[in-house]
């Protein structure tokens, strides 16, 4: 099939790449000229492990080809797959869709014959409506059918969830364009997974219902870990004891820092924003994302704790600081508010991250970005494992640190707290204080 994608994030070329993986045809279109240049010279914008690889395949093979002429890109395709960004709305918890907009008055303005176009965005209950009635306004004699098909890509595990996803979610209510669609998605829901027909408004709330529900288990585990805190239990083993009933789930079930990303924290604001258009409550969502607040204000809390809150001069390390590994991706990372209040407090701060520096953190005072472990963990005061990278899973802190008091903060339960105890090793741990 002809594929067209407008947007080239993680949404957009993964499925982009993918597709064209698939055999079809596929156009990635972004109005970032720059971007589209370094995709059309092998330069990746994101790091995505597995990405490079099926991109330059199909490059090469001429599947999938980078634009920014979106007219052309329109004009040659037969399903159009908006994937632009819907991040938070400046000032309120709404999604902000003006990108997506923007992307249907742009095929509405080309649009030269009958058109699919599908929002892979993650768009509040009822945007595929306003979309209809974008094409129907300014294209009357053209028809165009809009179906909603929500993308549930992990950053770092794109391309694996994107060949085996556990399903995939088609909202329309036109059979022989639901057919089309499944059509596409076949040599991928052939295998394991499992397709999902239903409305383009149900499509819609599927995206924000898993993602919401994801972050409730996290914050469910997080609030456990700190009552595990309190009464001397690993809360490890609660994780395991709770996870290994089938109708729980062992996943999503790991204590931790707040969470973060591109889409936890921004589409469970944006599901509370659309209850109040359809005046009912969803009380259980608005105590995850309080909770998630409060967790942030939590760990910094710790954090002074453990230096006995004296903060001034002290060296405080970093391993890690994206919001979760296998990704460069800073957005609503729990780092950034750690390092912003331990900054104005006067630590001197180094942190290492295998995807390099960020640009996030270089607004605060004293945070060096150092490039490699041995360098960030050098006479510490404090080590913060802040993101669980495999490099950070064996490491010898005595070594690393090289001083006599060591500290260590592991925001992920990655080491024992027995094996530290007995190295000599002050640690400290989420939901897992020994009495
Ligand atoms: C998420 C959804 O999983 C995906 O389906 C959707 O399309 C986009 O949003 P992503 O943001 O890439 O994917 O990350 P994910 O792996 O889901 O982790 C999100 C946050 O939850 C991270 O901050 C992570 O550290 C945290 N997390 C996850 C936990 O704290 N504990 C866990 O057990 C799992």
């Given at each position: 099939m002809k594929l067209c994608m407008i947007g080239t994030g993680y949404v957009g070329l993964v499925s982009g790449v993918c597709f064209s993986d698939l055999g079809n045809t596929v156009i990635c279109v972004d109005n970032d000229e720059n971007k589209i240049k370094d995709l059309n010279n092998g330069k990746i914008p994101i790091y995505e492990p597995g990405l490079e690889e099926v991109l330059k395949k199909n490059y090469k093979q001429k599947r999938l080809t980078f634009t920014s002429d979106i007219k052309s890109a329109v004009n040659k395709s037969d399903i159009i797959f908006i994937c632009v960004g819907t991040p938070t709305k400046k000032g309120g918890n709404?999604?902000?869709?003006k990108y997506v907009f923007n992307a249907a008055n742009q095929i509405a303005k080309y649009i030269n014959k009958h058109k699919i176009v599908v929002t892979?965005?993650?768009?509040?209950?009822?945007t595929g409506d306003i979309l209809e009635n974008i094409f129907k306004t300014k294209k009357k004699n053209k028809f165009v059918d809009v179906v909603s098909n929500p993308e549930f890509l992990r950053e770092g595990e794109a391309i694996r969830d994107f060949i085996y996803p556990d399903r995939v979610v088609v909202g329309t209510n036109n059979f022989k364009i639901n057919k089309t669609l499944k059509s596409l998605y076949l040599p991928i829901i052939k295998k394991t997974s499992r397709y999902v027909s239903t409305n383009r408004r149900g499509a819609e709330l599927i995206k924000y219902a898993s993602n919401a529900f994801l972050a409730t288990k996290i914050s469910f585990i997080n609030e456990l870990a700190n009552l595990c805190e309190k009464a001397s239990i690993d809360i490890k083993d609660i994780s395991i004891g709770m996870g290994l009933d089938q109708r729980i789930?062992?996943?999503?079930?790991r204590a931790g820092p707040a969470y973060g990303g591109s889409c936890f924290p921004k589409d469970t604001r944006a599901l509370l924003d659309t209850t109040k258009k359809y005046n009912v409550k969803l009380s259980i969502v608005d105590s995850v994302v309080k909770s998630n607040e409060d967790r942030k204000k939590l760990l910094i809390k710790k954090t002074s704790n453990i230096l006995n809150k004296k903060i001034y001069n002290k060296k405080i390390t970093f391993l890690g600081v994206t919001?979760?590994?296998?990704?460069?991706d800073m957005r609503e990372a729990s780092s950034i508010p750690m390092i912003k209040f331990l900054s104005k407090k006067g630590a001197i701060i180094k942190y290492y991250d295998p995807t390099g520096f960020k640009n996030e953190l270089s607004?605060?005072?004293n945070v060096f970005f150092s490039k490699s472990v041995n360098n960030a963990c050098e006479k510490a005061d404090l080590v913060i494992i802040h993101t669980e990278w495999n490099?950070?899973?064996?490491?010898?802190f005595k070594k690393l640190v090289n001083k006599k008091n060591i500290n260590v903060f592991d925001l992920r339960n990655i080491y024992s707290p027995y094996k530290m105890k007995k190295k000599g090793i002050n640690y400290h741990s989420i939901g897992r204080k020994l009495i």
């Open positions: 709404s999604a902000n869709l892979k965005s993650t768009v509040p209950i009822g789930g062992e996943r999503f079930l919001f979760k590994p296998n990704t460069d607004k605060f005072k490099e950070f899973k064996l490491l010898n």
